[in-house]
C-alpha cells in the first residue's frame, strides 16, 4: 500500500506522531556537577538522550530546551502550541516561585506534567510548594532521570 493511501487507495490522513516539548528550567545545564549528592550524576545530555529513545518507543516525537530565564520559558510554553501537543517540563527553581510559568501552562491548556529529579517534599520547606502543579496534569518528583521517563509515559498515555 502507498504510503498516505488506505487500501482503498483514497488518502489517508496523515500520521503524524504527537510531539511533546520537553523543557528543562534553571540550573538543569550544571547537571553531572550540581550536588551530586542530591542530584545525581547524570548529566542533561544523558536525560535528553534516554527521553529520545523512549519517545521512539512509545511513537512520540519530542525536544528538548533548556533555559535559565524564565520569560524564555514563559515564550516557549505560549508558542508550544499547535507544534506540541503536550509539555513535559521541570521547572527547577521556578517551580516554587513563579507565577508565570504557571499562568503560562493555564493559558496553553496542553496537557502538561511536572517532573524532578529530587523529591521535593522530603527538602527544605519552600520547596513543598509547586505553584506549576496544579495545572498539571499531574507531578512525579524524587526518582532521579527516571522520573522524566514516568512523566513522558504518563504524557504518551494521555496522547495516544
Ligand atoms: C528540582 C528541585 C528544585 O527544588 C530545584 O530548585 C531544582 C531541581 C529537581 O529536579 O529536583 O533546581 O526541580
Not at 489517508?12 to 550540581?34: C, I, K, Q, Y
Not at 550524576?41 to 519517545?55: P, R
Not at 523529591?119 to 532521579?144: D, K, L, P, T, Y
Request: net charge negative.
Amino acid at each position: 500500500m502507498a504510503q498516505g493511501t488506505d487500501d482503498t487507495g483514497a488518502a489517508a490522513p496523515e500520521t503524524r506522531s504527537p510531539a511533546v516539548l520537553v523543557l528543562h528550567g534553571p540550573n538543569l545545564n550544571m547537571l553531572g556537577v550540581r550536588e551530586p549528592g542530591i542530584y545525581g550524576h547524570a548529566t542533561l545530555a544523558s536525560i535528553d538522550a534516554a527521553l529520545a529513545t523512549l519517545a521512539g518507543a512509545l511513537g512520540l516525537e519530542i525536544e528538548c530546551r533548556q533555559s535559565n530565564h524564565e520569560g524564555q520559558l514563559v515564550d516557549w510554553i505560549q508558542s508550544a502550541p499547535p507544534r506540541f501537543a503536550a509539555v513535559l517540563i521541570n521547572p527547577a527553581a521556578y517551580t516554587h516561585t513563579s507565577v508565570a510559568l504557571r499562568d503560562a501552562i493555564a493559558a496553553t491548556g496542553l496537557p502538561t506534567v511536572e517532573v524532578h529529579l529530587s523529591n521535593i517534599h522530603a527538602r527544605e520547606a519552600f520547596r513543598h510548594h509547586s505553584h506549576s502543579a496544579a495545572v498539571c496534569v499531574g507531578q512525579i518528583a524524587g526518582f532521579g532521570p527516571e522520573s522524566y521517563l514516568l512523566g513522558l509515559r504518563a504524557l504518551a498515555s494521555r496522547l495516544t
